[in-house]
């Protein structure tokens, strides 16, 4: 059984760019759920993908967005990068309804 | 604002002695509740949770005490080992909701 993946797991943007991360999920679930975690600090709901849709999200703005492919991965595209998006991004999946999440080990995303 | 917060940023523990981190919330609607460790460069793992109709819960050289009427909540580790350095998050969920709320967490740090 694998664990979940992220990549890359570390990435330098200019302020201003857009990036995607990506995130395949644990065998088995169908929930994918990413977290903001900026240093020092407790990770911050994004928002969840379920059956392909966006099924709740947080206090994030529109340039934050992503994707849930038919083999449940997923995408997180952030748009007009801005400083303070430099953050752990990490992915979490999970069983539909469920909340014992397997988080994978993150994107280090830094803005310059 | 509702949150779910830690007490002390830092907590130095001797080897083999007994690490007690708090955690209080304020959200009364809370009804779940997930201890997670963080290692450097990882994700968070899951250590134990409980729900609101529980006062405590024990795993494997950890418990878990929830105190409703204060909104306060434990993690007692056993025996504290170098491999229990890491930073500690509580996290909480509301029934209904789909995410989970983290505190700022923890550092635990073991010395020899």
């Known amino acids: 059984e694998t664990g979940v993946t992220q990549s890359p797991t570390h990435l330098i943007k200019t302020r201003g760019q857009q990036v995607t991360l990506r995130c395949s999920s644990q065998?088995?679930?169908?929930?994918v759920s990413w977290y903001q975690q900026a240093l020092g600090q407790g990770p911050q709901f994004i928002f969840q993908y379920y059956r392909e849709e966006e099924n709740g999200r947080g206090n994030f703005p529109p340039r934050f967005s992503g994707l849930q492919f038919p083999n449940y991965s997923s995408e997180l595209n952030v748009n007009a990068l801005e400083l303070d998006d430099s953050a752990l991004y990490l992915c979490a999946s999970s069983l539909a309804g469920s909340l014992l999440y397997t988080f994978g080990s993150g994107t280090r995303l830094t803005v310059v | 604002g509702e949150s779910v917060g830690l007490h002390l940023p830092t907590l130095s523990v001797q080897e083999g002695d007994n690490s007690i981190i708090n955690c209080a919330y304020s959200?009364?609607?809370?009804?779940?509740f997930i201890w997670y460790k963080q290692e450097s460069g990882k994700g968070p793992q899951f250590i134990i949770d409980?729900?609101?109709?529980?006062d405590k819960r024990q795993g494997q050289r950890v418990t878990v005490l929830l105190n409703k009427t204060v909104k306060h909540l434990s993690l007692q580790i056993a025996a504290t080992q170098p491999g229990d350095s890491a930073v500690y998050f509580c996290a909480e969920n509301k029934e209904g909701d789909y995410k989970l709320s983290f505190g700022a967490g923890t550092t635990v740090t073991v010395r020899a």
């Open positions: 065998s088995g679930h169908n929930t």
């Open positions: 409980i729900r609101s109709n529980m």
């Open positions: 959200n009364s609607a809370s009804d779940y």
